[in-house]
């Protein structure tokens, strides 16, 4: 019999569609009540992860750098099962064309606030979260070894605000050893930018016509010894647009080793990530790219 939690999951990922382009922690799930331990009160909590990866195969080699950092802080935790926390990301991405092969080419930034609730199936999650993409060094061409005496700056500029809504699910086991977990997040957008230069939006796809998104992964984990974990991850990212082509997808796929400490866990991973629009251009560019890297995350992360 499947339980009441995974198909909760299920449903969240049937019935509707953040996008992962400008979803910095798409792969960092939150779940502060994971700790049990913190009494009620002011900032009982700060947790951080980072990731960094090398991209190989990206269109134009726009994701040869990719790195991303995650942090969490309980602003009041109000029992065991209730706390309101904020949260703060940042990416980089980098592709490899100038001399010292890591020309940057885009920042992202969230923000958000929201109210975590354990439940008997899992953790609800809502709240309100802003994005933002900038383009990085545009007064010079993507690759500074073309010579183009008549280039321009170009420009792409995301923003986008949202009200969402989050579940996990709590860890199951099989035996002694193996553990997986699933989660899912909704956005329903509220405000959304697509600035191009030059511009581009009559002839495609414009984010300015996103209305919703979902993702939704799992995580399985083996441990392999007192410290050594082999784990997998996946997740899915359908997005709805109400103008233009309606659905879009992006996904990744995800294993490695874990090593674990007394406050986190260190992985060494290789992965496969597909964006539909990669967000390096005025224009849509798709982008299928294998990524080997490393992440330090806290076991509130997961």
Not at 156 to 181: C, D, K, N, W
Request: charged share 20%.
């Amino acid at each position: 019999m499947i339980s009441l939690g995974i198909r909760i999951f299920l449903l969240l990922l049937i019935s509707s569609s953040v996008s992962a382009q400008i979803f910095v922690a798409r792969n960092f799930f939150p779940a502060p009540l994971d700790d049990t331990t913190s009494e009620r009160g002011f900032l009982p909590n700060v947790i951080f992860s980072a990731e960094g990866m090398r991209g190989f195969g990206s269109a134009l080699d726009e994701q040869a750098w990719n790195a991303k950092y995650f942090g969490l802080i309980e602003l009041y935790r109000f029992s065991d099962k209730a706390t309101i926390a904020g949260t703060l990301s940042h990416e980089l991405t980098a592709n490899p064309h100038n001399e010292i092969n890591f020309h940057m080419r885009g920042a992202i930034w969230n923000e958000s606030i929201a109210f975590f609730r354990k439940t008997k199936v899992g953790t609800l999650e809502f709240g309100v979260t802003h994005h933002c993409r900038h383009e990085i060094d545009n007064t010079v061409p993507s690759d500074e070894s073309i010579p183009d005496e008549e280039y321009s700056p170009t420009r792409r500029l995301l923003v986008m605000t949202a009200l969402y809504s989050a579940f996990s699910t709590p860890h199951y086991s099989i035996g002694e050893r193996m553990q997986y977990r699933f989660h899912g997040r909704l956005n329903v957008y509220t405000y959304r930018v697509d600035g191009r230069r030059p511009e581009y939006l009559e002839a495609f796809q414009s984010w300015q016509n996103l209305r919703a998104s979902l993702l939704a992964g799992g995580r399985w984990m083996f441990k392999a010894s007192e410290i050594v974990d082999v784990y997998g991850r996946a997740w899915a990212n359908p997005i709805f647009f109400d103008r233009g082509d309606t659905w879009k997808m992006n996904y990744r796929v995800e294993t490695g080793l874990g090593l674990r400490g007394k406050q986190g866990v260190m992985e060494a991973f290789a992965a496969y990530e597909q964006y539909f629009d990669d967000a390096s251009r005025p224009y849509p560019l798709q982008s299928n790219v294998l990524f080997v890297g490393a992440r330090v995350r806290s076991y509130l992360i997961f």
